[in-house]
């Protein structure tokens, strides 16, 4: 039979086809190039992409009964057809064309079973799988011929054709140098598409690191010879290897976060991001958007999609400073992504998965917030794997040359002035303070001695340790003139006590408030003192 010429392959469109399969970086883009490029050929009813795609679940699979495990299915990923260039996806299944065949079933699963192109001359009988969409008439098929898409020895899917005449000897051949050329191009956009996730990633840790490095103003690596911090170097010796949920707790000031870095920098993701979030200074509104980004328009003020921590953390280490100061409503999405890796940029409905390391730490009794119901006993639970308690310094003073060293050679560099001496006079008056505010207290006051460095004299300003009278010789003789055995009655007690209160407001010039007030001096809240000045009718000191 002698065929019409607009019949006949055109192979200089072929190769513009082929020209421009190369310059994509897209699979999506790829695919709907290559589907819609020979649905356009005369002779061409249909065109199909199938790609090879791991399984999620083969419950609702209607070939679920031949398939034996372990399962490999083709999935539909692009067509078209000259009768309906772009039907959507509501369409084809309303066709009743499935969207994934298993590898070996049909003629399709054929193809990509044996490796080897495949021709049906005469489509008409209905044996032969899988049917036509409804809006391609049947009549006007007369072949099929199924090439597999191999890249290095391995089936990468199946490209298939469903012609309106019997296939020609060189058709053949050109349909299996287009899918060579199709799973090369497939390979190509694939390492692209890795190459740009890596790149976005890359953008996104930068983003966070950059703000590290300016809000970060932990000094250095852990100090001390204590057996306190001994026990807390054992420990991240112990952990930092693994990929173990951390909960780090211990006081404000302690360093909570040095330890979360050290286990951080002995770790296996130690060439990945640290990424770090503040539950305290988050609000309380922002809290899913900070953890799992949003989208353009997801809110007032969402201008621009944004990646959240989690996101920026990928393949890293998340650290969740404050971990207790999470609202009870955002501790349940907190737990889903611990549990199963798996959350929602807000206003998106596609599920995204992570693979995070967490690192927790708290200044609160966690064990007390659940028993108050502020804090979710299964979140405690999952954060709860490694408990690492950080001792407060008081509990550590032998560590106080060491750490006062270092702090002050610190702060001279940054001030650019001269190390003055730590004499022992320094040293005893340094040890003999309690430290409740521990080592963020100890550079704060050594700082500010540095900046009120006059003559390369130092001159600690310690809370109840600058002025001798601080604890009045009136009140201490009232105090000895009964005998130690002597009980007191609450009287002498209120007496003594407003003594105390008018000494310290005398010694702080009247001031309640702040470092150098007495609230601080006589370790109370000023709240607190505020109330017994009120109470008892103190006034003002002259």
Same mark, same amino acid.
């Given at each position: 039979?002698?065929?019409?010429?607009?019949?006949?392959?055109?192979?200089?469109?072929?190769?513009?086809?082929?020209?421009?399969?190369?310059?994509?970086?897209?699979?999506?883009?790829?695919?709907?190039?290559?589907?819609?490029?020979?649905?356009?050929?005369?002779?061409?009813?249909?065109?199909?992409?199938?790609?090879?795609?791991?399984?999620?679940?083969?419950?609702?699979?209607?070939?679920?009964?031949?398939?034996?495990?372990?399962?490999?299915?083709?999935?539909?990923?692009?067509?078209?057809?000259?009768?309906?260039?772009?039907?959507?996806?509501?369409?084809?299944?309303?066709?009743?064309?499935?969207?994934?065949?298993?590898?070996?079933?049909?003629?399709?699963?054929?193809?990509?079973?044996?490796?080897?192109?495949?021709?049906?001359?005469?489509?008409?009988?209905?044996?032969?799988?899988?049917?036509?969409?409804?809006?391609?008439?049947?009549?006007?098929?007369?072949?099929?011929?199924?090439?597999?898409?191999?890249?290095?020895?391995?089936?990468?899917?199946?490209?298939?054709?469903?012609?309106?005449?019997?296939?020609?000897?060189?058709?053949?051949?050109?349909?299996?140098?287009?899918?060579?050329?199709?799973?090369?191009?497939?390979?190509?956009?694939?390492?692209?598409?890795?190459?740009?996730?890596?790149?976005?990633?890359?953008?996104?840790?930068?983003?966070?690191?950059?703000?590290?490095?300016?809000?970060?103003?932990?000094?250095?690596?852990?100090?001390?010879?204590?057996?306190?911090?001994?026990?807390?170097?054992?420990?991240?010796?112990?952990?930092?290897?693994?990929?173990?949920?951390? &909960?780090?707790?211990?006081?404000?000031?302690?360093?909570? +976060?040095? #330890?979360?870095? $050290? @286990?951080? =920098? !002995?770790?296996?993701? %130690?060439?990945?991001?640290?990424?770090?979030?503040?539950?305290?200074?988050?609000?309380?509104?922002?809290?899913?958007?900070?953890?799992?980004?949003?989208?353009?328009?997801?809110?007032?003020?969402?201008?621009?999609?944004?990646?959240?921590?989690?996101?920026?953390?990928?393949?890293?280490?998340?650290?969740?400073?404050?971990?207790?100061?999470?609202?009870?409503?955002?501790?349940?999405? &907190?737990?889903?992504?611990?549990?199963?890796?798996?959350? +929602?940029? #807000?206003?998106? $409905? @596609?599920? =995204? !998965?992570?693979?995070? %390391?967490?690192?927790?730490?708290?200044?609160?009794?966690?064990?007390?917030?659940?028993?108050?119901?502020?804090?979710?006993?299964?979140?405690?639970?999952?954060?709860?794997?490694?408990?690492?308690?950080?001792?407060?310094?008081?509990?550590?003073?032998?560590?106080?040359?060491?750490?006062?060293?270092?702090?002050?050679?610190?702060?001279?560099?940054?001030?650019?002035?001269?190390?003055?001496?730590?004499?022992?006079?320094?040293?005893?008056?340094?040890?003999?303070?309690?430290?409740?505010?521990?080592? !963020?207290?100890?550079?704060?006051?050594?700082?500010?001695?540095?900046?009120?460095?006059?003559?390369?004299?130092?001159?600690?300003?310690?809370?109840?340790?600058?002025?001798?009278?601080?604890?009045?010789?009136?009140?201490?003789?009232?105090?000895?003139?009964?005998?130690?055995?002597?009980?007191?009655?609450?009287?002498?007690?209120?007496?003594?006590?407003?003594?105390?209160?008018?000494?310290?407001?005398?010694?702080?010039?009247?001031?309640?408030?702040?470092?150098?007030?007495?609230?601080?001096?006589?370790?109370?809240?000023?709240?607190?003192?505020?109330?017994?000045?009120?109470?008892?009718?103190?006034?003002?000191?002259?």
């Amino acid at each position: 039979m002698r065929l019409p010429p607009d019949f006949m392959p055109d192979f200089g469109s072929l190769l513009l086809l082929l020209l421009d399969m190369a310059k994509e970086r897209s699979l999506e883009s790829l695919q709907n190039l290559l589907v819609g490029r020979l649905a356009q050929r005369p002779a061409i009813a249909l065109a199909q992409l199938w790609l090879q795609r791991e399984v999620d679940t083969c419950r609702s699979c209607p070939f679920q009964s031949q398939c034996r495990p372990p399962c490999a299915c083709l999935h539909l990923m692009a067509w078209a057809s000259r009768y309906n260039p772009g039907p959507s996806a509501e369409a084809i299944r309303g066709s009743h064309v499935p969207e994934r065949i298993p590898r070996g079933v049909g003629t399709i699963g054929q193809v990509a079973h044996s490796k080897t192109q495949m021709k049906i001359a005469n489509f008409q009988d209905d044996r032969y799988f899988p049917p036509l969409p409804s809006f391609v008439p049947r009549r006007e098929v007369v072949s099929f011929l199924g090439t597999p898409l191999i890249k290095n020895d391995e089936v990468l899917g199946v490209l298939v054709t469903y012609v309106r005449m019997e296939p020609l000897p060189q058709g053949e051949v050109w349909s299996q140098v287009l899918a060579d050329f199709t799973a090369s191009a497939i390979a190509n956009t694939q390492a692209f598409e890795t190459i740009e996730t890596l790149r976005k990633q890359l953008e996104i840790e930068n983003e966070y690191l950059r703000k590290e490095v300016i809000e970060t103003s932990a000094f250095g690596d852990i100090i001390g010879q204590s057996a306190g911090v001994h026990a807390v170097i054992r420990s991240i010796n112990l952990v930092a290897p693994t990929d173990a949920t951390v &909960l780090i707790q211990g006081e404000s000031g302690t360093g909570k +976060e040095l #330890v979360a870095r $050290e @286990i951080y =920098r !002995r770790s296996s993701r %130690r060439d990945r991001a640290l990424i770090k979030i503040n539950c305290a200074s988050v609000p309380k509104e922002l809290f899913e958007s900070e953890f799992f980004g949003h989208t353009k328009g997801a809110f007032t003020g969402a201008i621009r999609d944004r990646a959240g921590r989690f996101e920026a953390a990928n393949h890293g280490t998340l650290f969740l400073d404050e971990v207790g100061e999470i609202p009870l409503e955002v501790q349940g999405k &907190l737990l889903r992504v611990l549990q199963d890796g798996v959350y +929602e940029r #807000v206003g998106e $409905e @596609i599920s =995204r !998965r992570v693979d995070v %390391r967490i690192i927790a730490a708290t200044n609160k009794d966690l064990h007390r917030e659940v028993e108050r119901g502020r804090f979710r006993e299964d979140l405690f639970y999952r954060l709860n794997v490694f408990p690492l308690e950080v001792p407060p310094l008081r509990d550590r003073k032998e560590d106080i040359p060491l750490l006062a060293d270092h702090c002050l050679k610190q702060s001279c560099t940054k001030m650019n002035r001269l190390v003055p001496a730590l004499v022992s006079r320094h040293l005893q008056a340094l040890n003999a303070y309690d430290w409740p505010g521990n080592v !963020r207290e100890l550079q704060n006051i050594i700082e500010r001695a540095v900046i009120t460095l006059r003559g390369g004299r130092l001159q600690f300003d310690l809370p109840g340790h600058s002025k001798p009278q601080s604890f009045p010789k009136n009140a201490l003789r009232k105090t000895e003139a009964k005998p130690p055995d002597t009980v007191r009655t609450e009287a002498d007690m209120q007496a003594l006590m407003c003594e105390n209160i008018r000494t310290a407001l005398r010694t702080c010039h009247g001031k309640i408030y702040g470092p150098d007030g007495a609230a601080r001096l006589l370790r109370i809240k000023p709240t607190t003192l505020s109330a017994r000045i009120k109470k008892f009718g103190i006034g003002c000191p002259e």
